[in-house]
């Protein structure tokens, strides 16, 4: 069982629930995606078969300070395996789009939005560190291909990775990272869009991982919260590793 994005220091006694999951043979990428939880991520031992990523979600992008940029980068340094991210665009939030159209003006394409410089000063440290990218995206797939291409990530020759995270693309989408040495990490909504399911049948089996991108707002298969129901460490472990399996079911299922 391997996790490919979990968000850990979101979800309650992070450390307790890191211990059990091993215990139960459940190896994951933990992911830190805002200031407050690289602290904590840092301090939470794991074994050599999980990784820790550490990085800028688009959801804060219009909140990071240079002082953010500098911690960051020194965490990365100092975590020699650690992947950069997760990191991305989201159409939902602040600074998706420039400054001017948000004014309702028209906008200058050639001016980068405030989620896209974030996300390529993040792309620009993966490829300078040779780690890893866990990659968001809701909203324009060609658009963050483009500025992973723009940035020339991954550097030839490296072992660095694309990883899409929660994947919702289509074909083409598939097609176009290939050269950007792609991992697709599926998540159960990975299957709700008909042209992301034919997609995923699309990608080279190597290419696939499976998430269950948990936070404390996540959703076990019937649909509720396991956190918000009060359920234990032992309890949450279960709901976790039920999610994982279905969602590789519905892939052994779809293709
Ligand atoms: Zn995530």
Known sequence: MFDFHLHLARLPQPEQLAKALLERGYHFIAIACEPWEWEILEKIPLDDKCGKAFGIHPMIATQVSEQDWD????????????????????KRYEGYITSEKVAGQSAFRSEISTQEQVFKRQVELARELRRDLQIHCVGDYARLIKMLK?????????????????????????????????????????????????????????????????????????GRCPIKSGMTVTGIVDELITLLQSVKARYDSNS
């Open 150 to 222: 723009e940035c020339r990530f991954p550097e030839p020759g490296t072992q660095a990775r694309s990883i899409f995270h929660r994947f919702g693309g289509d074909v083409s989408i598939v097609r176009a990272a290939q050269s950007l040495n792609p991992i697709f990490s599926l998540h159960k909504d990975s299957f709700r869009k008909k042209s992301t399911a034919a997609a995923i049948a699309e990608i080279p089996a190597e290419q696939v991982r499976f998430e269950t991108d948990a936070d404390e707002c996540f959703l076990n298969e019937e």
């Open 71 to 90: 911690k960051l980068r020194e965490l990365l340094v100092k975590n020699t395996d650690a992947g950069v991210g997760e990191c991305g665009i989201d």
